[in-house]
């Protein structure tokens, strides 16, 4: 069945460094694929989104690119803020039927000033 | 706009009571969804409605009821609450315009002792 890996967190930075969040997934067809963040007591909010192989989604000064040759859509940041620190989920969703959501495990990101 | 709401927001049960956690959107979606959220495993799926009249179980529906009282409205309800149902739960409606995002609402914060 569909999946989604995502990796381990968490993930400590300083203030203003580079962020990698890795995503791979397993689906059959095209799916839609997402980022999501969640602030702590919060619930989810989309980040970004991608419909098709190539698009590449963006919000906030994050980026992802949907790569369907090795099936992966990678969150990125050039330079991080201590109000980026949250968990960070990676999801799919078929395009058709149910919509149903797979999603990843999450990555807890913490940004040190 | 008040988009997804649920009540209560936090809840403390004994082992074998009953409730009903509430899902309310305004957004005129079709599709709504019930998660749970624990450490470690991401959000898995309990059961859906993909419209108004309709639900299935997603992939962990064991100890858990839903009703879809109308198109506004999709209830989670636990008919005798297990430790193991301690979890955060969360509701979410879809959009079908723009690449297929889910909205989600704040979460319920449940423990069963």
């Known amino acids: 069945g569909d999946s989604v890996t995502q990796m381990e967190g968490p993930v400590t930075l300083s203030e203003e460094a580079f962020l990698t969040i890795n995503c791979t997934y397993t689906?059959?067809?095209?799916?839609?694929l997402f980022w999501y963040v969640q602030y702590p007591g919060e619930g989810l909010q989309l980040l970004l989104k991608a419909t098709k192989a190539d698009d590449k989604g963006s919000n906030k000064g994050f980026e992802a690119t949907y790569r369907k040759e090795t099936t992966s859509f990678h969150l990125e940041k050039g330079s991080v803020q201590v109000s980026d620190s949250a968990v960070y989920f990676c999801a799919l969703s078929g395009r058709s039927g149910t919509y149903k959501y797979i999603f990843g495990t999450g990555t807890r990101l913490k940004v040190l000033a | 706009n008040a988009g997804v709401t649920q009540t209560p927001k936090f809840q403390v049960l004994k082992t074998g009571q009953s409730m009903t956690l509430q899902c309310a959107q305004d957004?005129?979606?079709?599709?709504m969804y019930w998660y749970r959220q624990d450490p470690g495993m991401g959000l898995r799926l309990i059961y859906y409605s993909a419209s108004e009249g309709t639900t299935d179980k997603g992939e962990v529906p064991n100890g858990y009821n839903v009703s879809r009282l109308n198109k506004r409205e999709f209830s989670l309800r636990l008919e005798s609450a297990a430790p193991s149902q301690t979890s955060v739960y969360f509701c979410?409606?879809?959009?079908?315009?723009?690449?297929?995002?889910?909205?989600f609402g704040p979460g319920t914060r449940l423990t069963v002792t």
């Open positions: 979410a409606s879809l959009s079908l315009t723009g690449g297929y995002e889910q909205y």
């Open positions: 689906a059959t067809g095209y799916p839609s």
């Open positions: 957004m005129n979606h079709n599709s």
